[in-house]
Protein backbone atom coordinates (compact mmCIF):
# COMPACT_ATOMS: atom_id res chain seq x y z
CA UNK A 1 0.00 0.00 0.00
CA UNK A 2 2.57 2.15 0.89
CA UNK A 3 4.46 1.69 -2.52
CA UNK A 4 0.79 3.01 -3.92
CA UNK A 5 1.11 5.95 -1.71
CA UNK A 6 4.73 6.88 -2.53
CA UNK A 7 4.34 6.32 -6.48
CA UNK A 8 0.96 8.68 -6.37
CA UNK A 9 2.68 11.00 -4.00
CA UNK A 10 5.90 11.25 -6.14
CA UNK A 11 3.77 12.87 -8.83
CA UNK A 12 2.78 15.87 -7.16
CA UNK A 13 4.77 18.76 -7.71
CA UNK A 14 5.41 20.36 -4.40
CA UNK A 15 7.66 22.59 -5.45
CA UNK A 16 5.52 24.76 -6.55
CA UNK A 17 2.27 23.73 -4.38
CA UNK A 18 0.52 22.13 -7.69
CA UNK A 19 -1.46 18.81 -7.89
CA UNK A 20 -0.11 16.52 -10.87
CA UNK A 21 -1.17 17.75 -14.17
CA UNK A 22 -3.98 14.82 -14.60
CA UNK A 23 -6.08 14.76 -17.94
CA UNK A 24 -9.44 17.09 -17.77
CA UNK A 25 -12.46 15.83 -18.96
CA UNK A 26 -14.75 18.07 -20.46
CA UNK A 27 -17.88 16.87 -18.26
CA UNK A 28 -18.88 18.59 -15.37
CA UNK A 29 -18.74 16.56 -11.86
CA UNK A 30 -21.36 18.97 -10.09
CA UNK A 31 -23.34 21.56 -11.45
CA UNK A 32 -25.19 24.34 -9.46
CA UNK A 33 -27.26 26.91 -11.46
CA UNK A 34 -28.52 29.97 -10.00
CA UNK A 35 -29.28 28.95 -6.42
CA UNK A 36 -30.65 30.96 -4.64
CA UNK A 37 -31.43 29.90 -0.57
CA UNK A 38 -32.47 31.47 2.25
CA UNK A 39 -33.00 30.73 6.72
CA UNK A 40 -35.50 32.80 7.73
CA UNK A 41 -34.92 36.44 6.43
CA UNK A 42 -31.37 35.99 5.91
CA UNK A 43 -30.41 34.78 2.23
CA UNK A 44 -27.35 32.68 2.58
CA UNK A 45 -26.65 32.75 -1.60
CA UNK A 46 -28.25 34.75 -4.58
CA UNK A 47 -28.22 32.98 -8.25
CA UNK A 48 -24.83 31.13 -6.78
CA UNK A 49 -23.66 29.06 -10.21
CA UNK A 50 -20.24 26.92 -10.06
CA UNK A 51 -19.31 24.04 -11.95
CA UNK A 52 -16.59 21.21 -10.80
CA UNK A 53 -15.45 19.38 -13.93
CA UNK A 54 -14.97 16.06 -13.47
CA UNK A 55 -11.12 15.17 -12.76
CA UNK A 56 -10.47 17.77 -10.59
CA UNK A 57 -9.90 18.40 -7.07
CA UNK A 58 -11.94 21.42 -6.27
CA UNK A 59 -11.71 23.09 -2.28
CA UNK A 60 -14.23 25.15 -1.23
CA UNK A 61 -13.49 27.43 1.34
CA UNK A 62 -14.73 30.80 3.57
CA UNK A 63 -15.11 31.73 6.48
CA UNK A 64 -17.72 29.82 9.49
CA UNK A 65 -20.75 30.58 8.52
CA UNK A 66 -20.40 31.35 4.90
CA UNK A 67 -22.60 28.04 3.93
CA UNK A 68 -20.03 25.71 2.96
CA UNK A 69 -21.94 22.61 4.81
CA UNK A 70 -25.45 24.23 3.46
CA UNK A 71 -24.14 24.23 -0.04
CA UNK A 72 -23.43 20.33 0.23
CA UNK A 73 -26.84 19.70 1.67
CA UNK A 74 -28.40 21.62 -1.44
CA UNK A 75 -25.75 19.91 -3.55
CA UNK A 76 -26.77 16.27 -2.19
CA UNK A 77 -30.37 16.96 -2.26
CA UNK A 78 -30.73 17.19 1.29
CA UNK A 79 -32.06 20.73 1.24
CA UNK A 80 -34.07 22.42 -1.38
CA UNK A 81 -32.60 25.84 -2.66
CA UNK A 82 -35.58 28.89 -3.04
CA UNK A 83 -34.50 28.64 -6.49
CA UNK A 84 -31.87 27.32 -9.19
CA UNK A 85 -31.34 23.30 -8.85
CA UNK A 86 -28.11 21.21 -8.72
CA UNK A 87 -26.78 18.18 -10.56
CA UNK A 88 -24.80 15.89 -9.56
CA UNK A 89 -22.86 13.65 -11.72
CA UNK A 90 -25.79 14.06 -14.44
CA UNK A 91 -28.62 14.19 -12.08
CA UNK A 92 -31.10 16.41 -10.63
CA UNK A 93 -30.09 16.80 -6.69
CA UNK A 94 -33.09 15.38 -5.52
CA UNK A 95 -33.64 12.46 -7.96
CA UNK A 96 -30.37 10.99 -7.30
CA UNK A 97 -30.76 6.93 -8.19
CA UNK A 98 -29.44 4.59 -6.02
CA UNK A 99 -26.47 3.75 -8.97
CA UNK A 100 -25.05 6.95 -8.60
CA UNK A 101 -24.81 7.51 -5.19
CA UNK A 102 -23.32 4.25 -4.99
CA UNK A 103 -20.33 7.01 -6.91
CA UNK A 104 -20.65 9.14 -4.38
CA UNK A 105 -18.54 8.98 -0.99
CA UNK A 106 -20.03 11.70 1.10
CA UNK A 107 -18.22 12.65 4.18
CA UNK A 108 -21.00 14.49 6.76
CA UNK A 109 -19.97 17.24 8.40
CA UNK A 110 -18.36 16.16 11.56
CA UNK A 111 -17.68 12.77 10.56
CA UNK A 112 -21.25 11.51 11.05
CA UNK A 113 -21.59 7.74 11.10
CA UNK A 114 -23.19 4.71 13.23
CA UNK A 115 -21.42 5.07 15.68
CA UNK A 116 -23.22 2.36 17.73
CA UNK A 117 -21.05 0.17 15.57
CA UNK A 118 -17.48 -1.61 16.39
CA UNK A 119 -14.63 -0.99 13.59
CA UNK A 120 -15.68 -4.68 12.10
CA UNK A 121 -19.15 -4.41 12.21
CA UNK A 122 -19.36 -1.02 10.59
CA UNK A 123 -17.62 -2.24 7.36
CA UNK A 124 -19.56 -5.17 7.32
CA UNK A 125 -22.65 -3.18 7.26
CA UNK A 126 -21.44 -1.00 4.28
CA UNK A 127 -19.56 -3.70 2.49
CA UNK A 128 -23.04 -5.02 0.72
CA UNK A 129 -23.73 -1.70 -0.71
CA UNK A 130 -20.59 -0.92 -3.03
CA UNK A 131 -20.01 -3.44 -5.53
CA UNK A 132 -16.37 -2.04 -5.85
CA UNK A 133 -15.80 -2.12 -1.92
CA UNK A 134 -12.50 -2.67 -1.42
CA UNK A 135 -11.92 -3.59 2.49
CA UNK A 136 -8.23 -3.60 2.95
CA UNK A 137 -8.19 0.10 2.06
CA UNK A 138 -10.82 0.64 4.76
CA UNK A 139 -8.51 -1.76 7.43
CA UNK A 140 -5.15 -0.47 6.70
CA UNK A 141 -6.13 3.09 7.70
CA UNK A 142 -7.86 2.24 10.73
CA UNK A 143 -5.44 -0.66 11.85
CA UNK A 144 -3.11 1.83 12.30
CA UNK A 145 -5.14 3.29 15.44
CA UNK A 146 -4.13 -0.40 17.21
CA UNK A 147 -7.38 -0.62 18.41
CA UNK A 148 -9.35 -3.84 18.64
CA UNK A 149 -11.68 -4.53 15.52
CA UNK A 150 -14.42 -5.22 18.16
CA UNK A 151 -14.08 -1.49 19.65
CA UNK A 152 -16.76 0.84 19.41
CA UNK A 153 -17.15 3.53 17.81
CA UNK A 154 -18.87 5.54 20.04
CA UNK A 155 -15.92 5.18 22.28
CA UNK A 156 -13.51 6.75 19.93
CA UNK A 157 -12.16 9.92 20.52
CA UNK A 158 -12.91 12.64 17.20
CA UNK A 159 -9.86 11.69 15.42
CA UNK A 160 -10.43 8.34 15.44
CA UNK A 161 -13.60 8.52 14.40
CA UNK A 162 -12.47 10.48 11.51
CA UNK A 163 -10.20 8.06 10.37
CA UNK A 164 -12.95 5.11 10.52
CA UNK A 165 -15.22 7.84 8.65
CA UNK A 166 -12.61 8.45 5.80
CA UNK A 167 -11.72 4.62 5.59
CA UNK A 168 -15.33 3.91 4.46
CA UNK A 169 -15.08 6.17 1.85
CA UNK A 170 -12.37 5.21 0.68
CA UNK A 171 -13.32 1.40 0.80
CA UNK A 172 -16.41 2.33 -1.02
CA UNK A 173 -14.05 3.01 -4.29
CA UNK A 174 -16.47 6.35 -5.32
CA UNK A 175 -15.92 8.20 -8.87
CA UNK A 176 -16.69 11.29 -6.96
CA UNK A 177 -15.67 12.31 -3.13
CA UNK A 178 -17.65 15.29 -1.52
CA UNK A 179 -15.98 15.48 1.73
CA UNK A 180 -17.07 18.29 4.20
CA UNK A 181 -14.25 19.42 6.84
CA UNK A 182 -12.52 16.46 6.27
CA UNK A 183 -9.43 17.93 8.72
CA UNK A 184 -11.86 18.31 11.99
CA UNK A 185 -10.13 16.36 14.42
CA UNK A 186 -7.39 14.86 12.41
CA UNK A 187 -4.03 15.07 13.83
CA UNK A 188 -0.92 16.48 11.91
CA UNK A 189 0.23 12.71 11.18
CA UNK A 190 -2.93 11.34 9.70
CA UNK A 191 -3.96 14.41 7.87
CA UNK A 192 -0.84 13.93 5.75
CA UNK A 193 -1.41 10.05 5.54
CA UNK A 194 -5.31 10.83 4.78
CA UNK A 195 -3.68 13.38 1.84
CA UNK A 196 -1.56 10.45 0.68
CA UNK A 197 -4.02 8.16 0.33
CA UNK A 198 -6.21 10.57 -1.54
CA UNK A 199 -3.32 11.32 -4.00
CA UNK A 200 -3.04 7.35 -4.55
CA UNK A 201 -6.87 7.67 -5.08
CA UNK A 202 -6.70 10.58 -7.75
CA UNK A 203 -3.77 8.78 -9.38
CA UNK A 204 -6.14 5.80 -10.61
CA UNK A 205 -7.85 8.37 -12.76
CA UNK A 206 -10.88 9.32 -13.40
CA UNK A 207 -11.62 10.23 -9.72
CA UNK A 208 -13.15 14.24 -8.64
CA UNK A 209 -12.76 15.76 -5.23
CA UNK A 210 -14.94 18.49 -3.79
CA UNK A 211 -14.07 19.28 -0.28
CA UNK A 212 -14.29 21.79 2.11
CA UNK A 213 -11.65 22.11 5.19
CA UNK A 214 -10.20 24.83 7.54
CA UNK A 215 -6.89 23.76 7.12
CA UNK A 216 -6.48 25.66 4.40
CA UNK A 217 -2.33 24.81 3.79
CA UNK A 218 -3.42 21.14 2.45
CA UNK A 219 -5.01 22.30 -0.27
CA UNK A 220 -1.41 24.01 -1.09
CA UNK A 221 -0.22 19.90 -2.14
CA UNK A 222 -3.88 18.82 -3.37
CA UNK A 223 -6.69 20.94 -5.29
CA UNK A 224 -6.10 21.74 -8.81
CA UNK A 225 -8.88 25.17 -8.26
CA UNK A 226 -10.10 27.39 -5.03
CA UNK A 227 -13.93 28.45 -4.81
CA UNK A 228 -13.54 30.98 -2.13
CA UNK A 229 -17.26 31.54 -0.50
CA UNK A 230 -18.23 34.97 0.84
CA UNK A 231 -20.77 36.00 2.65
CA UNK A 232 -23.89 36.36 0.64
CA UNK A 233 -23.13 34.00 -1.70
CA UNK A 234 -20.82 35.76 -3.77
CA UNK A 235 -17.97 33.23 -4.99
CA UNK A 236 -14.73 33.47 -6.34
CA UNK A 237 -13.35 30.47 -8.52
CA UNK A 238 -10.02 30.06 -9.79
CA UNK A 239 -7.10 27.38 -10.76
CA UNK A 240 -5.29 27.19 -7.48
CA UNK A 241 -2.04 28.38 -9.62
CA UNK A 242 -3.46 31.20 -10.82
CA UNK A 243 -4.22 32.05 -7.76
CA UNK A 244 -1.10 32.01 -6.00
CA UNK A 245 0.22 33.93 -9.26
CA UNK A 246 -2.34 36.56 -9.24
CA UNK A 247 -3.41 37.33 -5.54
CA UNK A 248 -0.42 39.44 -4.13
CA UNK A 249 0.41 40.92 -0.62
CA UNK A 250 2.27 44.24 -0.40
CA UNK A 251 3.62 46.26 3.17
CA UNK A 252 3.12 49.75 3.38
CA UNK A 253 3.70 52.20 5.66
CA UNK A 254 1.21 54.27 7.40
CA UNK A 255 1.59 57.46 8.82
CA UNK A 256 0.14 57.99 12.63
CA UNK A 257 -2.04 60.88 11.42
CA UNK A 258 -3.28 58.84 8.39
CA UNK A 259 -6.01 56.96 7.01
CA UNK A 260 -5.78 53.52 6.49
CA UNK A 261 -6.38 52.54 2.56
CA UNK A 262 -9.95 51.36 2.30
CA UNK A 263 -10.75 48.32 0.03
CA UNK A 264 -12.25 49.21 -3.66
CA UNK A 265 -11.31 47.43 -6.64
CA UNK A 266 -7.76 47.35 -6.69
CA UNK A 267 -6.77 47.18 -2.79
CA UNK A 268 -8.78 43.78 -1.75
CA UNK A 269 -8.67 43.90 1.96
CA UNK A 270 -6.17 46.31 3.76
CA UNK A 271 -4.61 44.63 7.21
CA UNK A 272 -3.51 47.55 9.83
CA UNK A 273 -2.93 45.28 12.71
CA UNK A 274 -0.63 42.98 10.74
CA UNK A 275 3.11 44.21 11.38
CA UNK A 276 3.86 45.62 8.82
CA UNK A 277 0.55 47.09 7.42
CA UNK A 278 -0.07 45.39 4.31
CA UNK A 279 -2.95 45.21 1.76
CA UNK A 280 -3.95 42.70 -0.73
CA UNK A 281 -4.51 43.24 -4.22
CA UNK A 282 -5.11 41.05 -8.05
CA UNK A 283 -3.08 44.36 -9.15
CA UNK A 284 0.26 44.26 -9.97
CA UNK A 285 2.53 46.46 -7.71
CA UNK A 286 2.89 49.73 -10.31
CA UNK A 287 -0.74 49.34 -10.51
CA UNK A 288 -1.30 49.36 -6.69
CA UNK A 289 1.46 51.95 -6.38
CA UNK A 290 -0.47 54.26 -8.70
CA UNK A 291 -3.79 54.03 -7.45
CA UNK A 292 -2.33 54.86 -4.07
CA UNK A 293 -0.62 57.78 -5.11
CA UNK A 294 -3.60 59.16 -6.48
CA UNK A 295 -5.67 58.16 -3.67
CA UNK A 296 -3.61 58.07 -0.74
CA UNK A 297 -1.13 59.88 -1.46
CA UNK A 298 0.76 59.66 2.36
CA UNK A 299 0.73 56.02 2.16
CA UNK A 300 4.11 54.30 1.01
CA UNK A 301 4.00 51.27 -0.67
CA UNK A 302 6.68 48.81 0.25
CA UNK A 303 7.73 45.15 -1.16
CA UNK A 304 5.35 42.38 -2.08
CA UNK A 305 5.51 39.83 0.41
CA UNK A 306 5.76 35.96 -0.03
CA UNK A 307 2.28 34.30 1.49
CA UNK A 308 1.00 30.94 2.17
CA UNK A 309 -1.99 29.73 0.86
CA UNK A 310 -3.32 30.12 3.89
CA UNK A 311 -1.73 33.84 4.21
CA UNK A 312 -3.65 34.53 0.68
CA UNK A 313 -6.79 32.97 1.88
CA UNK A 314 -7.09 35.60 5.27
CA UNK A 315 -5.98 38.19 2.85
CA UNK A 316 -8.73 37.63 0.62
CA UNK A 317 -11.46 36.75 3.04
CA UNK A 318 -10.60 38.77 5.74
CA UNK A 319 -9.23 38.10 9.90
CA UNK A 320 -13.33 38.70 11.01
CA UNK B 1 -27.89 -5.95 0.99
CA UNK B 2 -30.73 -6.73 3.12
CA UNK B 3 -28.65 -8.75 5.46
CA UNK B 4 -26.51 -5.58 6.13
CA UNK B 5 -29.84 -3.88 6.65
CA UNK B 6 -30.89 -6.66 9.48
CA UNK B 7 -27.00 -6.30 11.05
CA UNK B 8 -27.71 -2.70 11.58
CA UNK B 9 -31.35 -3.06 13.13
CA UNK B 10 -30.44 -6.00 14.96
CA UNK B 11 -27.59 -3.73 16.61
CA UNK B 12 -29.86 -1.32 17.56
CA UNK B 13 -32.47 -3.37 19.02
CA UNK B 14 -30.68 -6.26 20.36
CA UNK B 15 -30.86 -4.67 24.25
CA UNK B 16 -33.81 -2.98 23.72
CA UNK B 17 -35.56 -6.42 22.92
CA UNK B 18 -33.60 -8.16 25.58
CA UNK B 19 -34.82 -6.33 27.82
CA UNK B 20 -38.73 -6.54 26.46
CA UNK B 21 -38.26 -9.99 26.63
CA UNK B 22 -37.53 -9.46 30.28
CA UNK B 23 -40.11 -7.40 31.09
CA UNK B 24 -42.65 -9.58 28.76
CA UNK B 25 -41.74 -12.86 30.76
CA UNK B 26 -41.79 -11.00 33.97
CA UNK B 27 -45.50 -9.59 33.29
CA UNK B 28 -46.63 -13.17 32.54
CA UNK B 29 -45.36 -14.45 35.14
CA UNK B 30 -46.98 -11.96 37.49
CA UNK B 31 -50.18 -12.59 35.87
CA UNK B 32 -49.67 -16.23 36.83
CA UNK B 33 -48.66 -15.63 39.90
CA UNK B 34 -51.78 -13.31 41.01
CA UNK B 35 -54.09 -15.83 39.10
CA UNK B 36 -52.74 -18.23 41.38
CA UNK B 37 -53.37 -16.44 44.70
CA UNK B 38 -56.65 -15.72 43.37
CA UNK B 39 -57.91 -19.37 43.56
CA UNK B 40 -56.15 -19.33 46.89
CA UNK B 41 -57.89 -16.97 48.75
CA UNK B 42 -61.10 -17.19 46.80
CA UNK B 43 -63.39 -19.90 46.29
CA UNK B 44 -63.23 -20.94 42.21
CA UNK B 45 -67.02 -19.87 41.97
CA UNK B 46 -66.66 -16.55 43.29
CA UNK B 47 -63.64 -15.60 40.85
CA UNK B 48 -65.97 -17.70 37.53
CA UNK B 49 -68.75 -14.84 39.47
CA UNK B 50 -66.63 -12.12 38.70
CA UNK B 51 -65.21 -13.26 35.68
CA UNK B 52 -68.03 -14.29 33.61
CA UNK B 53 -71.21 -12.55 35.43
CA UNK B 54 -69.41 -9.09 36.18
CA UNK B 55 -67.13 -9.50 33.03
CA UNK B 56 -64.42 -7.99 34.64
CA UNK B 57 -60.82 -8.80 33.04
CA UNK B 58 -58.54 -11.19 34.77
CA UNK B 59 -55.37 -10.22 32.71
CA UNK B 60 -55.47 -6.45 32.74
CA UNK B 61 -51.59 -6.13 33.93
CA UNK B 62 -50.65 -7.25 30.49
CA UNK B 63 -52.89 -4.21 29.14
CA UNK B 64 -50.94 -1.32 28.13
CA UNK B 65 -47.62 -3.28 27.59
CA UNK B 66 -47.28 -3.47 23.75
CA UNK B 67 -47.95 -0.35 23.41
CA UNK B 68 -45.01 0.77 25.66
CA UNK B 69 -43.28 -2.39 23.69
CA UNK B 70 -44.26 -0.91 20.30
CA UNK B 71 -42.98 2.60 21.21
CA UNK B 72 -39.66 1.70 22.84
CA UNK B 73 -38.69 -0.55 19.70
CA UNK B 74 -39.46 2.60 17.24
CA UNK B 75 -37.05 4.60 20.00
CA UNK B 76 -34.45 2.11 20.31
CA UNK B 77 -34.64 1.85 16.32
CA UNK B 78 -35.29 5.30 14.62
CA UNK B 79 -33.97 7.44 18.11
CA UNK B 80 -30.31 6.87 16.78
CA UNK B 81 -31.58 7.58 13.41
CA UNK B 82 -32.79 10.80 14.37
CA UNK B 83 -29.76 11.64 16.57
CA UNK B 84 -27.22 14.37 15.09
CA UNK B 85 -28.87 13.60 11.54
CA UNK B 86 -27.65 10.21 11.05
CA UNK B 87 -31.07 9.51 8.94
CA UNK B 88 -29.01 11.24 6.34
CA UNK B 89 -26.87 8.58 6.21
CA UNK B 90 -29.00 5.83 5.22
CA UNK B 91 -30.40 8.21 3.02
CA UNK B 92 -27.54 8.13 0.82
CA UNK B 93 -27.27 4.71 0.77
CA UNK B 94 -27.55 3.32 -2.88
CA UNK B 95 -30.85 1.74 -2.33
CA UNK B 96 -34.54 3.12 -2.62
CA UNK B 97 -35.46 4.80 0.46
CA UNK B 98 -38.78 3.79 0.62
CA UNK B 99 -38.03 -0.02 0.46
CA UNK B 100 -34.89 1.00 2.92
CA UNK B 101 -38.06 2.57 5.33
CA UNK B 102 -40.20 -0.31 4.92
CA UNK B 103 -37.51 -2.83 5.75
CA UNK B 104 -36.74 -0.79 8.83
CA UNK B 105 -40.32 -0.84 9.86
CA UNK B 106 -40.80 -5.08 8.61
CA UNK B 107 -37.80 -5.96 11.54
CA UNK B 108 -39.33 -3.60 14.08
CA UNK B 109 -42.80 -4.83 13.47
CA UNK B 110 -41.73 -8.66 13.01
CA UNK B 111 -40.19 -8.22 16.75
CA UNK B 112 -43.15 -6.79 17.63
CA UNK B 113 -45.11 -9.34 16.12
CA UNK B 114 -43.07 -12.21 17.93
CA UNK B 115 -43.60 -10.42 21.43
CA UNK B 116 -47.16 -10.37 21.11
CA UNK B 117 -47.49 -13.78 19.61
CA UNK B 118 -45.66 -14.56 23.23
CA UNK B 119 -47.97 -12.47 25.22
CA UNK B 120 -51.04 -14.18 23.31
CA UNK B 121 -49.70 -17.86 23.91
CA UNK B 122 -48.41 -16.91 27.51
CA UNK B 123 -52.42 -15.62 28.02
CA UNK B 124 -53.66 -18.51 26.34
CA UNK B 125 -51.87 -20.45 28.39
CA UNK B 126 -52.30 -19.15 31.56
CA UNK B 127 -56.06 -19.05 31.65
CA UNK B 128 -55.68 -22.08 30.51
CA UNK B 129 -54.67 -23.62 33.75
CA UNK B 130 -57.62 -22.61 35.33
CA UNK B 131 -60.56 -21.62 33.10
CA UNK B 132 -61.54 -23.66 30.33
CA UNK B 133 -60.45 -23.66 26.50
CA UNK B 134 -63.08 -21.27 25.51
CA UNK B 135 -62.39 -18.78 27.91
CA UNK B 136 -59.05 -18.72 27.06
CA UNK B 137 -59.31 -18.02 24.05
CA UNK B 138 -61.76 -15.33 24.39
CA UNK B 139 -59.19 -13.57 26.72
CA UNK B 140 -56.70 -13.93 23.57
CA UNK B 141 -59.86 -12.14 21.67
CA UNK B 142 -60.35 -9.55 24.12
CA UNK B 143 -56.97 -8.69 24.19
CA UNK B 144 -56.04 -8.58 20.55
CA UNK B 145 -56.94 -4.36 20.51
CA UNK B 146 -53.96 -4.37 22.73
CA UNK B 147 -51.88 -6.11 20.56
CA UNK B 148 -53.15 -4.29 18.17
CA UNK B 149 -52.07 -0.91 20.63
CA UNK B 150 -48.78 -2.40 19.99
CA UNK B 151 -48.28 -1.79 15.95
CA UNK B 152 -49.95 1.70 16.70
CA UNK B 153 -47.95 2.97 19.14
CA UNK B 154 -44.97 2.16 17.43
CA UNK B 155 -46.02 3.28 13.85
CA UNK B 156 -47.25 6.41 15.37
CA UNK B 157 -43.41 6.94 17.58
CA UNK B 158 -41.92 5.87 14.27
CA UNK B 159 -43.64 8.63 11.92
CA UNK B 160 -42.88 10.77 14.72
CA UNK B 161 -39.41 10.09 15.05
CA UNK B 162 -38.69 10.66 10.96
CA UNK B 163 -40.43 13.29 10.68
CA UNK B 164 -38.67 16.61 10.48
CA UNK B 165 -41.09 19.06 11.12
CA UNK B 166 -42.21 19.63 14.41
CA UNK B 167 -45.85 20.13 13.91
CA UNK B 168 -46.26 17.62 11.71
CA UNK B 169 -44.83 15.24 14.55
CA UNK B 170 -47.13 16.42 17.14
CA UNK B 171 -50.10 15.84 14.79
CA UNK B 172 -48.73 12.23 14.53
CA UNK B 173 -48.52 11.82 17.61
CA UNK B 174 -51.87 13.37 18.79
CA UNK B 175 -53.40 11.31 16.05
CA UNK B 176 -51.82 7.93 17.24
CA UNK B 177 -52.26 8.72 20.57
CA UNK B 178 -56.36 8.99 19.77
CA UNK B 179 -56.35 5.72 18.21
CA UNK B 180 -54.20 4.04 20.86
CA UNK B 181 -56.53 5.18 23.41
CA UNK B 182 -59.47 3.85 20.87
CA UNK B 183 -58.19 0.46 22.06
CA UNK B 184 -58.60 0.31 25.10
CA UNK B 185 -62.38 1.97 25.77
CA UNK B 186 -63.24 -2.37 26.60
CA UNK B 187 -64.78 -2.64 29.92
CA UNK B 188 -65.82 -6.42 29.37
CA UNK B 189 -64.68 -9.94 27.48
CA UNK B 190 -64.51 -9.60 23.36
CA UNK B 191 -66.50 -6.06 22.93
CA UNK B 192 -64.03 -5.43 19.55
CA UNK B 193 -64.76 -8.68 17.56
CA UNK B 194 -66.86 -6.58 15.51
CA UNK B 195 -65.34 -3.61 14.74
CA UNK B 196 -61.18 -5.07 14.56
CA UNK B 197 -61.06 -5.93 10.99
CA UNK B 198 -62.18 -2.28 10.35
CA UNK B 199 -59.42 -0.90 12.96
CA UNK B 200 -57.10 -3.59 11.67
CA UNK B 201 -57.09 -2.26 8.21
CA UNK B 202 -57.11 1.47 9.34
CA UNK B 203 -53.81 0.47 11.59
CA UNK B 204 -52.10 -0.53 8.00
CA UNK B 205 -52.59 2.63 6.37
CA UNK B 206 -49.36 3.24 8.56
CA UNK B 207 -47.45 1.26 6.35
CA UNK B 208 -47.35 3.78 3.31
CA UNK B 209 -47.67 6.77 5.87
CA UNK B 210 -44.25 5.86 6.92
CA UNK B 211 -42.77 6.81 3.49
CA UNK B 212 -43.57 10.37 3.47
CA UNK B 213 -42.04 11.56 6.79
CA UNK B 214 -38.56 9.86 4.99
CA UNK B 215 -39.25 11.76 1.55
CA UNK B 216 -39.71 15.13 3.20
CA UNK B 217 -36.91 14.67 5.77
CA UNK B 218 -34.15 13.97 2.47
CA UNK B 219 -36.22 16.78 0.54
CA UNK B 220 -37.20 18.95 3.32
CA UNK B 221 -36.81 23.27 2.39
CA UNK B 222 -34.82 23.47 5.33
CA UNK B 223 -33.13 22.18 8.44
Known amino acids: MLVVFRLACSQIDTEHGMSPVRPLPPESAIEIDAITHRYGQRTLYRNLSLTITKGRVVALLGKNGVGKTTLIRLLMGFLRPSSGHCRVLGQDSHALSPATRARIGLLFEGHLTQDYMSIAQIERYHRPFYPGWRAELYYDLVDRMGLSRNHKIAQMSCGQRSQVVLGLIFAQNPELMILDDYSMGLDAGYRRLFLDYLAAYLGEGGKTVFLTSHVVQDMEVLVDEVVFLQRGGEILQMPLAEFRHSFRCFAFSLPASAQPPAADAIIHNPDVFARPPRLYSFAERDQVARHLAARCPEIALGEELPMTLEDAFIGLTGKY | ?223
Do not use: N
Request: one cysteine or more; a positive charge.
Open chain 2, 1 to 223: MWQAILLKEWLKLRWTLAALLVVHLGLLAYLGLALRYQFQVEHSEMIWYWAFELRRLLHTPLQYLPAVTGAALALAQFGPERLHGRFRLSLHLPVRADLLVWSWLAVGALLGAALSALDAIGLYGLIGLWFPREAAASAVLTALPWLLAGWVAYCGATLALLEPAWPRRLAYLGVSLAFVGLLFQERGYQEYDLVMPALLLLALLYVPAVILPAHRYRHQASL
